[in-house]
């Protein structure tokens, strides 16, 4: 799967067409056209861009198992370097959203299930509903609007990871301005996610709940808060894993929009900037590295539902 990517990666990337490029510098009327095309030539030269694309496709792989993924085209630094720095910016926001979507849509789940049917159930289930169907920019634009600006509560900073004079302070003092910058965008990518897992666990409770080990584990006397969160709780995790191969990508695509709104400089906002600015060697590297992400979630599910799912033993 990962060489089937690799493959389409550098096939959309190479099927740009950098013609348009050529136009725009020619329109330059500064640079004669000689010139020009002497500047196009090394410009392409540089990049391997004159080179047969079998040729170009084998130095790339060889360039990405020694992790050296070329230079920017619009930044003198090293692509690895970009990337590097936006990945650490990205985790910030994306590891605590991935926590949350466990740490809160399952509890959430399994209280909807033992309250099924009830006021609560179909209140909760009707926002997590409306939640859900929310676009990812507007639920953004929502939260910051009101929480970050002086039209509602004014309680969070308005962009970033970080505040000038946060830094070089007090690790407690960094510690709070972190979490104060990270709370919305954090929110704003999450909420999507906790809802799907709510939802997903608290049907997978039901299902769990109407079968026969748990009536027999009611009849034996156990007690209801160790039938629930022990013996049904185990069971009903397995559609909560094999969510996290399909709420990784959401995660990576959220970024884009949820950097965007709060102008954190991760690679959500580096994948858009490089896409607008047509920058091949930065667009290529972020394609691979959220593909492998991707990959590296359904591996983690896989192994999960491996763990979770009880195993029949033959006598």
Known sequence: MLLGI????????????????????????????????KRLA?????????????????????NIVQLEFGHSMTDPRSVRT???????KSLWLQIPAILLFFLVGIPLGVFMAGHA?????????????????MPTFWLGTLLLIYGATASGLDLFPLEGLSSEDA????????????????????????????????RQTRSAMLETLGSD?????RAAGVAENRVVWVHALRHSLIPA????????????????????????????????????????????TLVLLSAILTLIGFVVSDFLNAKLVPRTRTS
């Open 167 to 198: 830094l070089g302070g007090s690790f407690w003092l960094t510690f709070k301005d972190r979490i104060a910058h990270l709370f919305l965008p954090t929110l704003a990518l999450s909420l999507p996610g906790i809802t799907a897992v709510a």
């Open 241 to 284: 894993a094999t969510l996290l191969g399909l709420l990784l990508p959401q995660v990576v695509g959220g970024s884009v929009v949820i950097e965007k709104i709060f102008n954190i400089r991760g690679m959500g906002l580096l994948l858009l900037e490089s896409a607008q600015n047509r920058d091949f060697p930065v667009l290529q």
């Open 213 to 217: 080990y748990i009536l027999a584990a």
């Open 6 to 37: 690799l493959i389409i990666d550098f096939a959309l990337i190479q099927a740009t067409d950098t013609q348009r490029l050529r136009q725009e510098n020619l329109d330059d009327k500064s640079v004669s056209p000689e010139e020009m095309e």
């Open 42 to 62: 090394d410009f392409r030269r540089e990049f391997d861009l004159d080179r047969p694309i079998p040729r170009r496709f084998a130095s790339w792989l060889g």
């Open 82 to 88: 970009i990337v590097g720095l936006a990945l650490g």
């Open 117 to 133: 049917g009830g006021l609560v159930d179909r209140v909760l289930g009707t926002t997590l509903l409306g939640i859900y169907a």
